[in-house]
């Protein structure tokens, strides 16, 4: 459906990122991977927790497809100027250069042997893409073969009704 519906309000990011986590440790701890999360101090911001815990688990959930056993995952956030960056950073199979501008596109799959193995519809990385992007944000990517990919989730701080620009303790000392 084109038209998903969001429930806006007041949630902490550290949160729903950590539901995530929880929630996928056990297909992890099956492969011997480990995740690691590691979470700076966040306020909150203005968004829609069940949709934005769709994008961390489906970013959590692929690192975990396309990492090998006894691999690593790292999840993080921080704060940068008006942004929180969400990161999901892994040491598995990695995307060749040539496909990762396709990557965000309705259907499209990485083809090679291993992607194939691991089932999904191709659709994950878009709707990712447009409930971050309904979130005032964008999600970026980098990955090199055989040493794996990083997913990066760039929100906008602000709060309910308020301009992103009036919360100045963000970047610290805005007095």
Known sequence: SKEIKFNFENISINNVIESAVKSLRWQAKEKSIAINAYFSSLPLIEGDSERL?????NLIENAIKFTPKKGRIDVSTEKKGYSFIISVKDNGIGISPSKLDRIFDKFYQVDNSLTRKCHGSGLGLTICQGIVKAHGGEIKVKSELKKGTIFKVVLPYKKLGKPT???GEIIGGGH
């Open 165 to 167: 620009e009036a919360f």
């Open 53 to 57: 815990s769709q994008v961390f688990h």
